[in-house]
T-cell receptor
Framework: DTGVSQDPRHKITKRGQNVTFRCDPISEHNRLYWYRQTLGQGPEFLTYFQNEAQLEKSRLLSDRFSAERPKGSFSTLEIQRTEQGDSAMYLC?????????????FGPGTRLTVL | GQQLNQSPQSMFIQEGEDVSMNCTSSSIFNTWLWYKQDPGEGPVLLIALYKAGELTSNGRLTAQFGITRKDSFLNISASIPSDVGIYFCAGNAGNNRKLIWGLGTSLAVNP
């Protein structure tokens, strides 16, 4: 399977703990996006990478959130000192190079539950 | 954040019926995308539209990019039970960095 993969698929944690999620994009896709989705809503943009550079961050991405893509391939999203409001589905998407090709391909998501 | 107006919010139809849903925006988009999302999964891309007036089909699905560039619709013909899910529209206004999303249309199909 050469689609976007995310790990873990589910994470249950206690409030105050740190969690880290991983995303492996489709190979040769140089653009990578993180979204958060809560029940009944569409995905909300969190951050965007082009290769290893983080080019945009949403105001939704508080100081407790950090994302990296050190080698321009896989990416990690870390949430420190988790809060119950962080419970959501965290989605990763990738997109191939090229300015006119705007299709984003999503992974299966990581469902986070903060108790 | 900014969202698109997507309607209807939900639909319950009989197997074999046709379905239509649409999205509108207050601003011009240069890309419209339609996704389907099953419970516990990520959205799956169905159709991508890049030109005003463009009409594109993918099997029983047909989508159009509105002439005003502020709307798009998705039609599903002869619905089947596996069409059940949430359909999202998403648009890109040209900054190449993020998609703006509708709130989804939840489709239920009665066999």
């Amino acid at each position: 399977d050469t689609g976007v993969s995310q790990d873990p698929r589910h994470k249950i944690t206690k409030r105050g703990q740190n969690v880290t999620f991983r995303c492996d994009p489709i190979s040769e896709h140089n653009r990578l996006y993180w979204y958060r989705q809560t029940l009944g809503q569409g995905p909300e943009f969190l951050t965007y990478f082009q290769n290893e550079a983080q080019l945009e961050k949403s105001r939704l991405l508080s100081d407790r959130f950090s994302a990296e893509r050190p080698k321009g391939s896989f990416s990690t999203l870390e949430i420190q000192r988790t809060e119950q409001g962080d419970s959501a589905m965290y989605l990763c998407a990738s997109r191939p190079p090229g300015g006119s090709y705007n299709e984003q391909f999503f992974g299966p998501g990581t469902r986070l539950t903060v108790l | 954040g900014q969202q698109l107006n997507q309607s209807p919010q939900s639909m319950f139809i009989q197997e074999g019926e046709d379905v239509s849903m649409n999205c509108t925006s207050s601003s011009i988009f240069n890309t419209w995308l339609w996704y389907k999302q099953d419970p516990g999964e990520g959205p799956v891309l169905l159709i991508a539209l890049y030109k005003a007036g463009e009409l594109t089909s993918n099997g029983r699905l047909t989508a159009q990019f509105g002439i005003t560039r502020k709307d798009s619709f998705l039609n599903i013909s002869a619905s089947i039970p596996s069409d059940v899910g949430i359909y999202f529209c998403a648009g890109n206004a040209g900054n190449n960095r993020k998609l703006i999303w509708g709130l989804g249309t939840s489709l239920a199909v009665n066999p």
